[in-house]
């Protein structure tokens, strides 16, 4: 075995033991400690890339949470002043140490909240309001100054799910990463050890 594939071999082990590390390691909790309620406004969201701002309704809760405490749900987009949020998409709450809120069916909301991994995620201290309640009417207002008139979206198909996220966000992107140098510096190791063996 050449030297070089014997360091290609080393490196794949020390890098699987690394991943599943990562991957069984527990993830630490902490208490909710966001901003008070009513700090921030809805229009300082524009330089926040993984923040949309939206009115959307929740049309379904699914009924099993995850080990973490976060239950799931389907949230209809009905007016987008800002991000790129489809029409369906997967809606996640209920865990009180990343101040998420509860989900409940039916619930109409204009809100700022995270998407991200296919999934978004609203917050108990984002601005959020009922949009036909006056709190909501004058979030719209604020958010139709800060963001330009909103993309309107019509009702969902009866039965329709959002689309699957792309890569699924179980996997970390660093992971991700790091298993790509690994298979890289495999194929490098591979093709260095030919030529060597070429070359004699």
């Known amino acids: 075995m050449t030297r070089a594939l014997r360091l290609a071999l080393a490196t794949v082990?020390?890098?699987?033991?690394?991943?599943?590390?990562?991957?069984?390691r527990p993830r630490v909790v902490f208490a909710c400690t966001c901003a008070p309620a009513g700090s921030v406004q809805i229009g300082d969201f524009a330089a926040q890339l993984d923040y949309a701002v939206f009115?959307?309704?929740?049309?379904?809760?699914d009924p099993d949470r995850d080990t973490q405490g976060h239950e799931t749900g389907i949230l209809?987009?009905?007016?987008?002043f800002k991000g790129d949020l489809p029409s369906l998409v997967t809606i996640v709450g209920g865990s009180n140490s990343e101040c998420l809120i509860r989900l409940e069916a039916g619930r109409e909301m204009v809100t700022a909240a995270r998407f991200e991994a296919a999934k978004v995620e609203p917050i108990t201290c984002a601005?959020?309001?009922?949009p036909m309640s006056p709190d909501g009417k004058r979030l719209i207002e604020e958010a139709t100054k800060a963001y330009g008139p909103p993309r309107t979206f019509p009702p969902p198909l009866p039965g329709a799910e959002p689309a699957p996220a792309v890569l699924g966000g179980g996997i970390e992107p660093l992971l991700i990463i790091a298993m790509a140098l690994v298979l890289g510096i495999v194929v490098a190791s591979a093709v260095l050890g030919r030529r060597s063996r070429s070359a004699r």
């Open 13 to 24: 082990v020390a890098m699987a033991a690394l991943s599943t590390s990562a991957l069984a």
């Open 55 to 61: 009115v959307g309704k929740i049309t379904r809760v």
């Open 76 to 80: 209809a987009v009905e007016q987008l």
């Open 127 to 130: 601005p959020m309001a009922d």
